[in-house]
């Protein structure tokens, strides 16, 4: 006696990394599986998608997707689109169009009825559209779990599950949602296993040979750069700045200090109220007023600290400017608020911070874990290698995602850390569904059959 083989869809699918998981679980039981329906618009998803995996029954935009011509299934995936709900976008949720593709899953679940299903979004979208601040969840996810209980009648359980607890060295916290028609699934008590960035990292790869890296290594030591972020937005001990390597030119000591002093206390609000203007993060502040707190003793008092400015300014690390003042407009779309710049004001020197510019941004420290990563920094990430740093290889990201070895991802290496940065983590994966095989009694074939023959005896 064997179990039925389980049948399922993967609706945007990505790298397939729900389905991967489910399989692996199954296949430990001995449970065989069968994806019946795959759905995924992105181009180079989908050429991954083919290259990795057997597809029968591809299809792409699910809202062109039928009823009627979606077979029977056991379970449903869906790593629905996270952006509406994440903190990096800009959270519009159910306002946003993708946001509306939770409601096509309700739909085929409501056509099917499968036994089960795995969905997975970014931790954003548990307090997303809170009603009151004291609120657990927000009504988003209310939205969600009501149609999902209430309308379709599932057991559902969800939690925030964190994959560094899953044998991955990176933290990725992401909630789950699972449902049966039969018994709840627990998602607590995982047993708790580990791994550090120096477990999955490939040595003696190509280092990276730039101006800006050897600037970088010209000032600091590689054990010096494990775990810094390069980024002249913010501060703290784990950060550095552009004018601390002179990428736009070499700084003096009282210049760095300077700097430093500038950068913090432009974002102080006292500022905002002797300047005539609504707070801001980061505001000009005029020579004089950068004269109460530089120099910063008398041991500087020959400085002349205009000059120091200037250069500066010329150099590109601070700009001359007026303050911004905030203004509101009511538009057809509603209140508008804009910062324009005034110029009743006087001018004053600011950081020039623009965009996240620097070809790094960040080097991981290989023996601790990597930071979530996401699509939009992946390429910006590097690690240690020998005497030098370079990029993450693909090898390295996706065991970072903990996808087998012999998965490969064959676009070029933009388009695979768009992927990887948008992809669920498979052990976590893995560990859900055996829960879910679990509530559902599906056990290892080998003691079904042992029970079996003893019944026959």
């Not at 009504?139 to 939690?159: A, H």
Request: proline share 4%; net charge neutral.
């Amino acid at each position: 006696m064997k179990t039925k083989k389980l049948k399922f869809i993967d609706l945007f699918a990505g790298l397939g990394g729900i389905r991967l998981g489910f399989e692996q679980a199954c296949q430990d039981r001995g449970i065989e599986t069968e994806c019946v329906l795959t759905s995924e618009i992105k181009p180079y998803a989908v050429q991954t998608l083919k290259y990795n995996h057997n597809h029968d029954n591809f299809v792409g935009d699910i809202y062109q997707l039928k009823n009627e011509d979606i077979p029977d299934f056991d379970f449903l995936f869906g790593g629905f689109p996270c952006q509406p709900f994440s903190a990096s976008g800009k959270r519009q949720g159910f306002a946003d169009t993708r946001g509306t593709l939770f409601f096509e899953i309700e739909r085929i679940i409501k056509h099917k009825q499968p036994q089960g299903f795995i969905l997975e979004n970014v931790e954003g979208l548990v307090k997303h559209d809170l009603e009151n601040k004291t609120d657990d969840i927000g009504r988003t996810l209310k939205t969600i779990l009501y149609k999902l209980e209430d309308e379709l009648g599932y057991v559902v359980s969800w939690k925030v599950l964190d994959s560094l607890y899953f044998g991955v060295p990176q933290s990725r916290k992401r909630v789950f949602i699972v449902g049966t028609k039969k018994d709840k699934v627990s998602l607590d008590n995982f047993e708790p296993t580990y791994t550090f960035l120096n477990d999955v990292l490939e040595k003696g790869k190509k280092t990276m040979n730039t101006d800006f890296t050897r600037k970088l290594l010209k000032h600091f030591s590689i054990e010096e750069l494990y775990g810094k972020s390069i980024k002249d937005k913010r501060g703290g001990d784990n950060n550095i700045h552009s004018w601390d390597i002179g990428v736009k030119g070499e700084c003096s000591k009282d210049q760095i200090i300077l700097l430093n002093k500038l950068f913090k206390e432009r974002r102080k609000k006292q500022w905002a109220s002797e300047i005539g203007i609504d707070w801001m993060d980061g505001m000009p502040l005029t020579l004089n007023q950068i004269q109460t707190f530089f120099p910063t003793s008398n041991l500087f008092e020959n400085i002349n600290v205009k000059e120091l400015l200037d250069d500066l300014v010329e150099k590109g690390y601070i700009k001359f400017e007026y303050p911004k003042k905030l203004i509101t407009e009511n538009t057809e779309n509603g209140i508008i608020t804009n910062r324009v710049y005034d110029e009743t004001k006087p001018k004053g020197y600011n950081i020039v911070t623009g965009k996240l510019s620097f070809e790094v941004n960040k080097i991981l420290n290989p023996f601790e874990i990597a930071p979530t990563l996401v699509a939009t920094d992946m390429v910006k990430i590097v690690v240690p290698d020998g005497n030098g740093i370079r990029k993450l290889t693909i090898r390295e990201g996706l065991r970072l995602f903990g996808y087998p070895e012999n998965y490969e991802i064959p676009v070029k290496e933009s388009l695979a850390f768009d992927l990887l940065g948008n992809t669920v983590v498979v052990p976590v994966i893995r560990a859900v569904s055996e829960r879910i095989l679990d509530a559902l009694d599906y056990r290892k074939c080998e003691l079904i059959e042992v029970e079996s023959l003893l019944i026959t005896a």
